[in-house]
């Protein structure tokens, strides 16, 4: 029968080819060598994608590089619109959308998006998923592995679920989330393959469809980014390793140099919640002796940001300016994707997140809003006492109640098996911790800690920023906000008709004094929160036009003084809030120009405030003569963290040592998770008191001086400086080597080296990966004059000229022009392309 | 002739194959010209790297002068070839030609030994193939 088949087939073929008769062995040899080397080049090994079809130029890389001169004008057929739109992109390929409802520009958005951020979009709900594992293997010391189940303990996706079924009880929201998801999926579906976003091409996967969940979950990650810090297992080991007046010189409530957002002074409402104080707090609580040895996923401790508004009265148009820098990762591809959308109802230009709907931070023609970060401590955990290892039933209020439980399934990418973490969930929330799962930590341990987390709560923080969009003045604003739960916010605001205001929004539980600073025990019901501040309670500031100080601001910094009637806890940082006020208090006449400047500021006062002590301390008997120099140029440094400056490096060693001089002895003598004190915690105590307690090593029979650690710590610095020398990095800049690091930390992707002044306490907060993420001055004048930049591109693909247009210009401290487009500017010479958007029905 | 003809329809073939189909269809495309248009075996191999060295290379190479080598230094750079542009392309030239020659060589094998080395006492069937081999 086979020999049958061979043979007739062989009849249609021409006749040398014999397949009875070919060279089997040489056949067989070649044909082996090259299928083998097809598979070996189809398969991903290791972190090496699959070379041959990564290299192939109509499949792989190569079609992710983009022609320089690539024409973005397209006419597209879309079966989710409902009325033509119109999408003019400009010279820096930020799109001006036309559309003719809120609906269809949110499709539009989606597409749009998904068009040119469709990799990033999704790989960040993937982590806000605890997916990584599935894209990138389990990680060194399964780091991603550990990422993933955190995340998912943590409730990422329980509570996305849980926002997601808010979202769409309002009929709004879910009109435009569920356009939105068209919109990517419409882009998904009719994208080809060869056209995948270069990552995904490396990493060797493909996207998934788009879904309203993964928007919830976008808006959980950005909730886990500013509200998902605590610090509450480092201050329980620090509570029972110090004495309690030790601990409360480590980790005082009030900083003396603190300059609320609110002004001090100001009067606030009597508490409309009084939470009520534990009986069993002292014995059970406060003076607890407990350690714990998890270790915790935390996110960016340096999330934050600076904005404020000016009044008429402070600025030479006589209308007000409002700013915004919202101080992130700054990532390529950005967080940020810049856009103006234009409706019958509204006309609004600003920053979108790819992965959501709406503007989130910008202006329409009657207003200004941005946002800072609230930091306000809405994680809690507490200890819970489970029956068994079965962790089916947990002792609460004085009997065994039963626990829930869920199942994660992990997918492990290289691993056939996925990994099953059986989570319990409690009264309080899921179980973070248990022996199972000890986070970050190696140390096995017995306990079991429930976190309790505001984001899990319902929530629609979208409908916030659908309703600014739209606003028009004070009142607008204020009824944006109330939806406004998790990540607590900042929110300044600024109106054509003159009102500057700043309320800090978000739904904040009412605490007892020490409520939620360490893990509290999870017996009974005592210690749950027992209710949320009252949304009107919440500190605010309607600049008075006649009496008021011309400015509202924020720098994450404390809200309030402590005349306000709830406990907020301690970890706020003060220098960028004090820089703004004081410059903006002297500053008149103001100018958009002056509002760069202040927005690009590389003052610090941290360093103002320390530079006095370290020199009334130093021994300079004790410095040969290369010491000498350095302190001379330290000496001469007019504290300003400048990108040419040498004294912001040679204070940065000397502040680092000084810091390991004082609390290595102490800290040292534990491996448990700790939290040093801050900066402004240490230099606060150095300034009062010379003479405080932690200076003297505790591991030495003598009792050091603060003359001693100073110049110790001085010394400590001098070979790293030389060194630094050496290496020609001892400019600030080259020191500090800002970045703008591609998701993936992949160095071939990212800008390095960024010629950028500023740090950690200067209002221009750029760090080595962080800063600001998107800088705006907005002036409100009748026709509005808007100014912003981002370090990044509008593009995500690494291999197109706008992947990193603004970079350059943003580490210059320089701005563009933001365009409000018009609608009789449709042929401005700026439009360099236009997409038509129509219906297909 | 045989051998610039071989080698012409191989890299039209891949191109096409390479718009519509997976990357590695190219092979195919070798492996069935070659088998169709039978040489030696060095010089099937020959036709189908030198085919894909030229269709990957000018591809590559033309796709990189548009895009002003914005992305092949940092592929380049990610694959550990000195952030040379010219040598990605060079690689991505070698993968399809390796692959390209292998393919065409294995083509050339299903032919019939036959009709290649004919035994002594039959007339030289094969010499037209002969013939056609290209000139060196």
Known sequence: MLFEKKFTFKNFLPHHLNIAGMRIVPFLISFLLTAGLIVGLNTQWGMTPPLGKFLSPQHGCWQNAEPADQNFATTLSLPGLKEKAQV??????????????????????????????????????HAAAGRLSEILGPGVNNGYLKYDRSMRRLGMVYGAKKTLEEMEKDSATKRDCDAYTAGVNEYITGMKESELPLEYKLLNYKPEPWSNLKIALFVKSMAYDLAGADNDIEMTNAKSLFSKEAFARLYPSTQDS???????????????????????????????????????????????????????????????????????????????????????????????????????????????????????????????????????????????????????????????????????????????????????????????????????????????FSRLQSARNYSDYKEALERFQTPGQNFVFAAK???????????????????????????????????????????????????????????????????????????????????????????????????????????????????????????????????????????????????????????????????????????????????????????????????????????????????????????????????????????????????????????????????????????????????????????????????????????????????????????????????????????DKRIKWVAHFDPKN | MKFLATTLLIALLSFLSGLYLPWWCFALAACGISALIPQKPLWAFLSGFLSLFLLWGGLAWGIDSANNSILSVKIAQLLHLGNSSLLLILVTALVGALIGGGAAITGTFMTTRKLRTPSPNTPDINLSYEEQAPVK
Not at chain 1, 99 to 109: E, G, K, L, N, R
Not at chain 1, 314 to 325: A, E
Not at chain 1, 387 to 413: L, S
Not at chain 1, 668 to 679: A, F, G, N, V
């Open chain 1, 258 to 464: 603190l300059d609320p957002i609110i002004p001090k002074g100001t009067t606030f409402l009597p508490a409309g919640i009084q939470p009520k104080m534990p009986a069993t707090a002292d014995s059970l609580y406060f003076n607890n002796k407990d350690t714990v040895t998890m270790r915790e996923l935390k996110p960016e401790k340096n999330n934050g940001s600076n904005n404020w508004a000016v009044s008429g009265k402070k600025t030479l148009s006589g209308r007000p300016i409002l700013c915004n820098d919202p101080h992130l990762s700054t990532n390529l591809p950005s967080i940020w994707f810049q856009m103006q959308i234009r409706t019958p109802g509204y006309n609004t230009y600003g920053v979108s997140f790819p992965g959501a709907p709406y503007i989130i931070i910008g202006f329409n023609d009657s207003c200004a809003w941005g946002i800072t970060n609230s930091g306000r401590d809405v994680r809690d955990y507490y200890s819970i006492k489970f029956k068994d290892d079965t962790r089916q039933a947990y002792w609460f209020n004085n009997e065994w109640k039963t626990a829930g439980q869920w199942i994660d399934t992990i997918k492990i990418r290289g691993q056939e098996l996925p990994l099953y973490d059986t989570v319990a969930t409690t009264v309080f929330g899921p179980v973070m911790f248990d022996p199972h799962f000890t986070g970050y930590s190696d140390v096995p341990s017995s306990k079991s800690l429930a976190v309790h987390w505001k984001a899990n709560d319902p929530s629609n923080e979208l409908a916030t």
């Open chain 1, 497 to 827: 008709s003159g009102e500057i205001a700043i309320w800090q929004q978000g739904e904040f539980p009412a605490k007892w004094r020490g409520q939620g600073q360490f893990v509290m025990p999870g017996e009974d019901s005592s210690y749950m929160w027992q209710g949320n501040i009252r949304a009107f309670e919440n500190p605010y500031m309607l600049d008075d036009p006649d009496k008021g100080r011309g400015f509202v601001s924020s720098a994450n910094q404390h809200p309030v003084d402590t005349t306000y009637p709830y406990f907020l806890g301690n970890d706020f940082p003060i220098y960028r809030g004090l820089a703004i006020n004081r410059f903006l208090s002297q500053m008149n006449g103001i100018t958009p120009a002056d509002m760069m400047k202040l927005q690009t500021e590389n003052y610090d006062i941290f360093a103002e405030m320390a530079k006095p002590l370290l020199l009334r301390n130093i021994d300079e008997s004790k410095l040969d003569g290369q010491a000498k120099s350095y302190l001379n140029v330290f000496k001469l440094w007019k504290l300003r963290n400048d990108p040419g400056e040498e004294g912001p490096v040679i204070f940065n060693r000397w502040w680092f040592h000084l810091e390991q001089g004082i609390f290595n002895d102490e800290f040292s003598k534990t491996h448990l998770p700790m939290l040093r004190p801050y900066e402004s915690t240490l230099l606060e105590a150095l300034l009062k008191d010379s003479a405080y307690e932690f200076v003297d090593n505790i591991n030495t029979p003598e009792k050091e001086t603060l003359q001693q650690v100073v110049t110790d710590a001085f010394l400590k610095s001098i070979p790293e400086l030389a060194q630094a020398g050496k290496e020609d990095r001892l400019t600030w800049a080259k020191y500090k080597d800002t970045w703008a690091r591609h998701l993936l930390r992949l160095p071939a992707l990212s800008r390095m080296h960024l010629p950028i002044g500023g740090g950690t306490h200067s209002i221009n907060a750029a760090k080595q990966f962080h800063g600001p993420s998107w800088r705006m001055v907005v002036q409100l004048t009748d026709k509005t004059e808007a100014y912003g930049i981002y370090p990044g591109g509008q593009s995500g693909n690494p291999g197109s000229s706008y992947y990193d247009t603004f970079v350059d210009t943003w580490a210059a401290g320089k701005y563009f022009p933001l365009w409000v487009m018009d609608k009789d500017e449709t042929k």
């Open chain 1, 88 to 125: 003019y992109f400009d010279e820096y390929l930020i799109p001006h959308v036309y559309a003719q409802s809120q609906q269809d520009a949110c499709y539009v958005q989606g597409y749009l998006h998904a068009k040119f951020r469709l990799w990033q979009m999704e790989f960040q709900t």
